[in-house]
């Protein structure tokens, strides 16, 4: 996984790697999988990544991550959202494509936000278990 950022970045440049953090108050686990709660955005944070890789767990019995790298352009923000009962924060990694040109027309997305490829960016929060490098602009 490092050698794939690596290869994206640059052997010389400094990135660093992001995830989303679940904060819990004393819920066990297994509730907050089972329970929707209604959540406030606190804090939004643009990361100002010039490239980013994006790891995915994959459902095998043993740790296997997917990587990526997209040409097109993307955002990446780190997002603070608190649960109405205040028990739960979770300082979120979200990603957000601005250019969906190129994107299959059929794709999911284009039906659940009811848009068409290329007029809106689409963005999605990233799993706690799931990996985002990023290439901050400073280090360009």
Same mark, same amino acid.
């Given at each position: 996984?490092?050698?794939?950022?690596?290869?994206?970045?640059?052997?010389?440049?400094?990135?660093?790697?992001?995830?989303?953090?679940? @904060?819990?108050?004393?819920?066990?686990?297994?509730? !907050?999988?089972?329970? *929707? @709660?209604?959540?406030?955005?606190?804090? $939004?944070?643009?990361?100002?990544?010039?490239?980013?890789?994006?790891?995915?767990?994959?459902?095998?019995?043993?740790?296997?991550?997917?990587?990526?790298?997209?040409?097109?352009? !993307?955002?990446?923000?780190?997002?603070?959202? $608190?649960?109405?009962?205040?028990?739960?924060?979770?300082?979120?990694?979200?990603?957000?494509?601005?250019?969906?040109?190129?994107?299959?027309?059929?794709?999911?997305?284009?039906?659940? *936000?009811? $848009?068409?490829?290329? !007029?809106?960016?689409?963005? @999605?929060?990233?799993?706690?278990?799931?990996?985002?490098?990023?290439?901050?602009?400073?280090?360009?």
């Amino acid at each position: 996984m490092l050698d794939f950022a690596r290869s994206i970045f640059g052997m010389g440049t400094h990135f660093k790697v992001v995830s989303t953090i679940h @904060h819990r108050n004393s819920i066990p686990k297994s509730l !907050t999988n089972s329970v *929707l @709660h209604n959540y406030t955005m606190v804090n $939004i944070k643009d990361l100002s990544a010039t490239s980013m890789v994006a790891c995915h767990t994959m459902p095998y019995p043993y740790t296997v991550f997917y990587c990526h790298h997209t040409e097109t352009q !993307t955002k990446v923000f780190k997002v603070s959202v $608190i649960s109405e009962d205040a028990d739960e924060k979770v300082d979120a990694v979200v990603v957000c494509h601005m250019d969906t040109s190129e994107w299959n027309p059929a794709h999911v997305s284009f039906r659940v *936000l009811k $848009i068409k490829p290329g !007029t809106d960016p689409v963005c @999605h929060f990233f799993p706690e278990d799931h990996l985002v490098w990023v290439l901050p602009a400073s280090a360009v």
